[in-house]
Every structure is written in structure tokens, then in C-alpha cells.
């Protein structure tokens, strides 16, 4: 008998405390029926569906010609933090000089290293809901505590800022939020942000992560930076990467500009994960940040024609409510209407089952709003060509109108 073989493996309790992402468990479930013969269309994807770019991509090929293949620095190589310190110039108006980047194996690692840098067993962190799958388990990783505030439909998933002092506690140690939103393609406007900073500056023990991956991926005009309003800039960790702006999931690169002392941190931790990240994708992050948008600007329209598609092919559903997302390739729609309902002798009482129903029922893959800390929601991602968004939708009409 092997070691793995062996019963009772005694796993250590941080495992317990975290599960697996539901987005990853409900795409397995699509591509089982998906074997079996199954007409699957997926809509629980979490990247977008077009090529990296040439020009990055070249880019990559050239540094392994030229031999870029050693150890790189822990933060990252400097050609790539100085590319990250002039886009954060560019973009955002933020100013982070070199030594207040970290380069890491993707946003989802940058966010990891934040917290375990920052929260101490007990402390406690501000998540609004619905939030990116991954903070409630990275904050539980880090014993921190988590305290949610509750957002809906009608407030366009967003908090207020009485909703953010009402929640802010002496325990307090961090704030964690996307924008735009995933799962709820929200984005907050600059006065929104704004109204945020000006409770921040109230509590500058309080930091703010600030999750900005989806920046490119806007339908209403200029990305904003919290860390950009009032006077929060020292409270904030502003997190962004490559992925989903310039179709590099793959690649694994992300990164974080703060103060120093975070930036240090975040460095020493990773110092001892992961070292610095592989150095190909560096260089082809480089290419990325320093060279034509042209590509991701045509992706960014390509989402907005889909969304638009969505939204006129779901404006006369019975039973769902839909905010407008301004940005990311995620629907939400509250889909609570349905609850109680039943077909095939199956009755449906919360989000996981109208998901599994949609699957069963018509091969469609979405992912339960429960996974995003909102019971009553389903996550569609429109990550996937015209037809393919054009036929689900058709579908989940279908099985919808069968609930009685
Ligand atoms: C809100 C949000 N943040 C971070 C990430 C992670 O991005 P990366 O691929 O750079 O790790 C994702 C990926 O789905 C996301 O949706």
C-alpha cells in the first residue's frame, strides 16, 4: 500500500475551512454530460474566448530565443514594474513607483498575498455582496473574519456609503471589492467611489483592496480608481493583472501597486511561495501594457454587443429581474420568481437547484448565485460567441416557462 492509499489522511483544518470554486465544480458537472453526448453550451465561463494577442504573443516567443528563462526577481522583472508603474500613470492617474509593485501568478495570487500580509487571525473584512468567489475563502485562509453587506437588484448591487460606516467596526482591517463586478458586471461611478473615500478617510486603519481586473472591460467610459478619490491613496492595494483585459488567463500575471511596507510584504511572503513568476509571461505582459490597446478595445465592443444581445433577448422573460451591467461578461439575474416552482416532479428552492434543473433539464451550465454570497441569482457568463448565447437563452426560456 502507497502513502496515498492510506485511510485517514489527516489533512490540516485550513482545508476544511475553504471549499472548492463552485464555478470549477459546475464547469466538471457540464463537460460529464458533455462526454455522455450531451449538446452542453456553457455559460460558467470565467475568461474571455479570443486569442491573446499576435503582438504578445511574439513577444513571449522572443524572450525564450533570448534566453529569459532564469529566476526573475521575487516583485517581478523591472522592465515589467516600470511598464506597470507608467500604465498605472496612464490609466489611472496613480502614481507607484516601482517599489510599490508586486508582480504575482495572477490577481487571484495578488489578492492571497494582500491578505495574508495584512489580516491577523480574528480581524475582520468587508466584503459586499455578491462578491468574486475567491475573497470569502482567501480572508478564511487567513483567519480573518468575514462581514458582508448586503446589496440587490434595484440598488444595482452596489453599497452606499452609510451601508460601509454602518459595517466598520474597531476589528475592522480591510475592505475587499471588484469594480467592474464580477459576478454582477456593476461598476461604481467616480462620485459613488468617491462617497466610499470620504468614509475611508474617516478610518485610516481600514485598507482597501481594490480589484480592478476587469478595468478594460467597461461599457460606460473611463475605468476609476478608488485609490484615485479623496485622500485613501496610502489605505489602498490596487490589484490588476493581464487576464482579462488582454486574454492572458493562461498566462498568470498579476500585480499590485501600494506603500511600500505592503509592497515589502507581499515580497517577502512570496519569497518563500512562489519566487518570481515565470519570466516568459513577464515579458510578454510587457508587450501587453506597452503596446496597442487596439485589440482589447475591439474585444471590450464584441463584449458590449453580447451584453446588449443578452439583455434584449431576456428583457421579456417572465419572472427574472436584471440589473444593466456596465461592464465585465457576467449576467445576474435574479431568478427568486422561481423558487417553490416545480417540473418534472422536482421542486426548486434556491438558486443551486435552478442551476442544476437548467443543466439537466436543457444542457445549459450557469453558475448558483449562493457561490457569489446571493441566494437568489444566477451567474451567465457571456464569454461565448453569438450563437452559442443566442440558443441557451432560448433554452433556459424554455425550461423556465415549464416551472409551475
Ligand atoms: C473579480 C476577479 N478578481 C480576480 C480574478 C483572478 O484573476 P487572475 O486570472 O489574474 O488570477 C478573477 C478571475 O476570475 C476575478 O473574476
Known amino acids: 500500500m502507497t502513502i496515498t492509499e492510506k485511510k485517514n489522511i489527516r489533512l490540516a483544518d485550513r482545508i476544511s475551512r475553504i471549499s472548492e470554486s463552485e464555478t470549477i465544480a459546475m ?3 457540464g463537460r460529464a454530460l458533455g462526454a ?3 449538446k452542453v453550451i456553457s455559460l460558467s465561463f470565467g ?3 479570443f486569442f491573446t494577442p499576435d503582438h504578445i504573443k511574439e513577444a513571449a516567443i522572443a524572450a525564450i530565443n533570448n534566453n529569459n528563462t532564469f529566476y526573475t526577481p521575487v516583485a517581478g522583472i523591472p522592465e515589467l514594474r516600470e511598464a506597470i508603474s507608467l500604465k498605472f500613470k496612464r490609466d489611472n492617474n496613480l502614481d507607484y513607483k516601482t517599489d510599490q509593485i508586486v508582480v504575482s501568478t495572477g490577481a487571484k495570487n495578488s489578492i492571497m498575498n494582500t491578505v495574508l500580509a495584512l489580516v491577523n487571525p480574528g480581524d ?3 466584503i459586499p455582496k455578491p462578491f468574486w468567489v475567491s475573497y470569502e475563502d482567501m480572508v478564511s485562509l487567513a483567519e480573518g473574519i468575514p462581514v ?3 446589496t440587490d437588484v434595484e440598488a444595482d448591487y452596489k453599497i452606499t456609503p452609510q451601508q460601509l460606516e454602518d459595517a466598520i467596526t474597531p476589528k475592522t482591517k480591510m475592505f475587499i471589492f471588484s469594480s467592474p463586478n464580477n459576478p454582477t458586471g456593476s461598476v461604481y461611478t467616480k462620485t459613488e467611489l468617491e462617497g466610499l473615500a470620504a ?5 485610516p486603519y481600514v485598507y482597501i483592496v481594490s480589484d480592478e481586473i476587469y478595468e478594460h472591460i467597461n461599457f ?7 485609490a484615485a478619490c479623496g485622500n485613501v491613496y496610502p489605505q489602498v492595494i490596487t490589484v ?9 488567463t493562461g498566462w498568470r500575471i498579476g500585480y499590485i501597486g501600494a506603500a511600500k511596507e505592503i509592497a515589502f510584504a507581499c515580497e517577502k511572503l512570496q519569497s518563500q511561495f512562489t519566487s518570481g513568476t515565470n519570466s516568459i509571461a513577464q515579458r510578454a505582459a510587457v508587450a501587453a501594457l506597452t503596446g496597442t490597446l487596439e485589440p482589447t478595445e475591439k474585444m471590450r465592443l464584441a463584449f458590449m454587443k453580447r451584453r446588449d444581445l443578452c439583455l434584449s433577448l431576456m428583457k421579456d422573460m417572465d419572472g427574472i429581474k436584471l440589473n444593466n451591467p456596465d461592464g465585465a461578461f457576467y449576467l445576474f439575474p435574479d431568478v427568486s420568481s422561481f423558487f417553490g416552482k416545480s417540473a418534472d416532479g422536482k421542486t426548486i428552492n434556491n438558486s443551486q437547484d435552478l442551476c442544476m434543473y437548467l443543466l439537466n433539464k436543457v444542457y445549459v451550465v450557469t453558475v448558483a448565485g449562493s457561490a457569489f454570497g446571493n441566494e437568489n441569482c444566477i451567474r451567465m457568463s457571456y464569454a461565448t460567441n453569438e450563437e452559442n448565447l443566442r440558443e441557451a437563452i432560448t433554452r433556459i426560456k424554455s425550461a423556465l416557462s415549464e416551472l409551475k
Open 36 to 38: 455522455e453526448g450531451k
Open 240 to 248: 490588476n493583472g493581464v487576464s482579462k483585459g488582454f486574454s492572458m
Open 47 to 49: 475568461e474571455p474566448d
Open 199 to 203: 468614509v475611508f478617510e474617516k478610518y
Open 148 to 150: 458582508y453587506i448586503d
Open 27 to 29: 464547469a466538471k458537472l
Open 124 to 126: 475582520e473584512v468587508i
Open 220 to 226: 460606460v467610459g473611463k475605468h476609476e480608481s478608488i
